[in-house]
């Protein structure tokens, strides 16, 4: 799994960061990114800004070759599978889209408050995520479960999000995506 800024790693991006700035709202090129992935990844979990992208990015998704892709916008307005309400997620399985509304409470999960979310500088996001997996229970455990659930089930890795959610869960509890987290670390540093 992978989250790659397209400025840093898409050939062609880095060429419009300063027109896409400059417009300060979103616009293609925060379509473009995904749909252009020079990793030409078969799987995704794909964010939108507007909930009638979501179906129509699926269907590209398809066109582009894609096998399975999840394109999702939260009622809340992010670009996530959200846990502060219903999220419209359009599937892409087996060549057909399929559009449907993923509410947290029907996995347990209850509403979270934006500002149980945010941070404000990269340093907090990292000692967030640093918590996260040391374990600590909460609204930001939750919605990183929830994404991470996701992506093991588009991957393949589990047929259902309630499945993927345990198997999120134990990766935390036991350690396995600390270990993980510190050897993309170590990696990325030797490369």
């Not at 502060?84 to 057909?96: A, F, N, V, W, Y």
């Amino acid at each position: 799994m992978c989250f790659a800024y397209a400025r840093k790693h898409h050939p062609a991006m880095k060429y419009v960061a300063s027109a896409r700035t400059s417009l300060a709202i979103p616009s293609i090129f925060n379509l473009l990114g995904p749909l252009t992935n020079p990793a030409r990844a078969k799987h995704q979990l794909l964010g939108v800004f507007a909930p009638e992208l979501t179906d129509r990015l699926a269907t590209v998704l398809r066109e582009l070759g894609s096998a399975r892709a999840w394109v999702v916008h939260a009622e809340d307005g992010l670009d996530e599978i959200s846990t502060l309400g219903p999220t419209r997620i359009s599937e892409l399985r087996d060549g057909h889209v399929k559009t449907s509304q993923l509410d947290p409470r029907t996995l347990g999960l209850p509403y979270a408050r934006l500002s149980d979310l945010q941070v404000e500088t990269a340093d907090q996001g990292a000692e967030a995520l640093r918590l996260i997996l040391a374990g600590e229970k909460g609204p930001r455990r939750d919605i990183a479960l929830l994404n991470a659930a996701a992506a093991l089930v588009i991957a393949g890795f589990s047929a259902d999000l309630p499945h993927a959610m345990n198997i999120a869960a134990d990766a935390v509890d036991d350690g396995l995506a600390q270990k993980t987290l510190e050897k993309l670390v170590r990696y990325s540093n030797e490369s």
